[in-house]
């Protein structure tokens, strides 16, 4: 039988580019050699491709048998290059348009929770150009998280325990995004739990976070590799089934296909857990948590791979047989 021909993009306009490539690789290290063949597509910075874009029509890339983007952040997992490949007709791994932007958006990602009635911290939100100090000081008590409501992996996140740490964490979260989101700071436990399936997902066994700075920000992820993480977390069962129950109902609301990594905070006082994001397209590097989190539940790198492929045919299946005109 011949090989599936799988498209992995990486790289990408995001402050995530890096990261995005170190995780395309380990994709690729663990495609099975027996089915598929990779074919990898890098977006430069200024977004210019290599070799070559996939064009956005139906049939126009018939090599192509299913596309693999690891494209973390801005202009990749906020619902702009899953639109390039459903104009295509390309099968491809991950959340659809819908769920991409609304997962990557914090805002909405916050109001279809509320929706749902699923639990998460107050929050305010603020155009970048009207940025209201005395508005945040009313309802809130220091210290606070200041984000721009758009980007990952803890680029232009503050933790603000001053009214000068805060306007100035407002004016750095404004830099990124048209909008910035500041939420109640919650003492406790950051744990992940990482979602598979379509639409009948299952989820890991999660883990818990032991950041070496303040909280778990970019240079702790990426740069200096001295954050601890347990599987599992050392905290009452319940609460772990708690974390579970509601990835799995946070997933669904956003409409989520393939994978999906949820955050949550676990305020140590009460006991209470809070979705705190969702991540649609989650790291894949050597020490990212998705992988590992499904390892621990018993399906190795390789064996995700393949399941992420199988999902994205078999969603694409599913759309293939609607209709779209009388």
């Known amino acids: 039988m011949s090989r599936l021909r799988v498209a992995v993009i990486q790289g990408g306009r995001s402050g995530e580019h890096e990261i995005s490539i170190r995780s395309a690789q380990a994709v690729i290290a663990h495609l099975d050699p027996e089915r598929f063949e990779p074919v990898l597509f890098n977006i430069r910075k200024d977004g210019s491709w290599q070799p070559g874009p996939l064009i956005p029509e139906p049939g126009a ?118 909008k910035v989101i500041v939420e109640q700071s919650i003492t406790g436990h950051e744990l992940e739990c990482a979602v598979l399936g379509n639409s009948d997902p299952v989820a890991s066994t999660p883990c818990e976070i032991l950041p070496s700075r303040d909280f778990y920000d970019y240079d702790d992820k990426y740069i200096n590799d001295d954050a601890r993480t347990i599987i599992p977390p050392n905290l009452p069962g319940g609460t772990i089934a708690e974390v579970q129950r509601l990835a799995i109902e946070c997933y669904k609301a956003l409409d989520c296909a393939g994978m999906a990594r949820v955050d949550f905070l676990v305020q140590a006082s009460t006991g209470e857990v809070y979705l705190n994001e969702i991540n649609t397209i989650p790291g894949f590097t050597s020490i990212s948590m998705f992988p590992k989190m499904m390892e621990h539940s018993g399906l190795s790198f390789g064996d995700l791979v393949t399941r992420l492929i199988e999902l994205a045919l078999e969603r694409h299946a599913r759309r293939q047989a609607l209709r779209y005109e009388r």
Not at 107 to 134: M, T, W
Not at 141 to 170: D, H
């Open 61 to 178: 890339n018939p090599g192509i048998d299913v596309v693999f983007p690891v494209l973390h952040g801005t202009f990749g997992e906020d619902g702009t290059i899953q639109g390039l490949f459903e104009m295509a007709a390309l099968p491809y791994v991950g959340a659809g348009v819908f769920s991409s932007a609304a997962s990557m958006d914090k805002e909405h990602f916050k109001r279809l929770c509320v929706e749902r009635g699923l639990p998460i911290v107050p929050y305010q939100v603020h155009a970048s150009d009207n940025l209201d100090l005395e508005r945040v000081l009313a309802q809130f008590e220091l210290p606070v998280f200041v984000k721009p409501a758009n980007l990952g992996s803890s680029v232009g996140i503050s933790k603000c325990k001053t009214r000068e740490e805060l306007a100035a964490g407002m004016r750095d979260a404004a830099r990124y995004d048209l």
